[in-house]
């Protein structure tokens, strides 16, 4: 276990720093290579684990920790379900030699739009397997592994139109209450939209900061509360 701060940086830097990217439902690995490409040209070793557009429970647990065993990732980070799939093992990640998990946008605690979706015409979209992720609280059983979470809290024009029962504090589709949780050991809120949480530098930025340390930026966390 590593006991201090500096001690991620060294960490990273001897580990090559390998990072995990997971997309979320209805993506692919290709919404994902604007912050793979930042992560490159940083110096990181980049891996993908793309799951099915309608996946099953083992697409979503058994093969997901089959890829993290395979590439041994010093860090995973997911992008709304992506992220769910990261808290819910976080327990076999921490097994497995994982270091740092973040999540991006991810309703960890609820997920509405996922409530909406399934009880609409469009319902047969989601897969039970999904359902069975995004709908109940996520229950996460700790280790070593730090856990952070960025929010979103800008819904952009597009997904304002696109969603408008979803208006308020959030990123567009999922609401910043959704992304709290007991057993995060960071979050902060940042001005993205669900979409742009993959592609924004500032949200780079503080995920590039949380990889090293352990942590994001001080005086952000601090503004969060």
Excluded at 34 to 45: C, E, K
Excluded at 95 to 118: F, H, N
Excluded at 203 to 220: A, C, K, M, T
Aim: with cysteine.
């Amino acid at each position: 276990m590593l006991k201090k701060e500096s001690d991620y940086g060294r960490f990273v830097m001897k580990n090559k720093r390998k990072a995990l990217l997971i997309h979320g439902f209805l993506g692919n690995s290709y919404v994902m290579q604007l912050l793979a490409l930042r992560l490159r040209t940083s110096g990181y070793t980049v891996v993908f684990y793309d799951y099915p557009m309608y996946p099953s429970m083992e697409d979503l647990t058994t093969n997901f920790l089959k890829k993290v065993e395979e590439e041994k990732p010093y860090a995973v980070i997911g992008h709304s379900l992506g992220g769910v799939m990261i808290a819910k093992q976080l327990r076999p990640l921490d097994d497995l030699g994982v270091k740092v998990a973040v999540c991006l946008g991810s309703p960890l605690s609820r997920c509405i739009l996922a409530e909406i979706i399934t009880k609409s015409p469009i319902g047969f979209l989601v897969s039970d397997a999904v359902k069975q992720m995004l709908i109940p609280k996520t229950e996460i059983h700790e280790g070593n592994i730090r856990l952070g979470m960025i929010a979103g809290k800008n819904s952009g024009l597009f997904l304002k139109l696109l969603f408008p029962y979803l208006r308020g504090n959030g990123d567009g589709l999922v609401r910043l209450k959704e992304t709290d949780h007991e057993k995060l050991t960071h979050r902060i809120e940042l001005n993205a939209d669900h979409l742009t949480l993959i592609s924004s530098a500032l949200v780079y930025e503080q995920l590039e900061y949380f990889i090293s340390l352990g942590r994001f930026s001080p005086w952000l966390e601090e503004q969060n509360g």
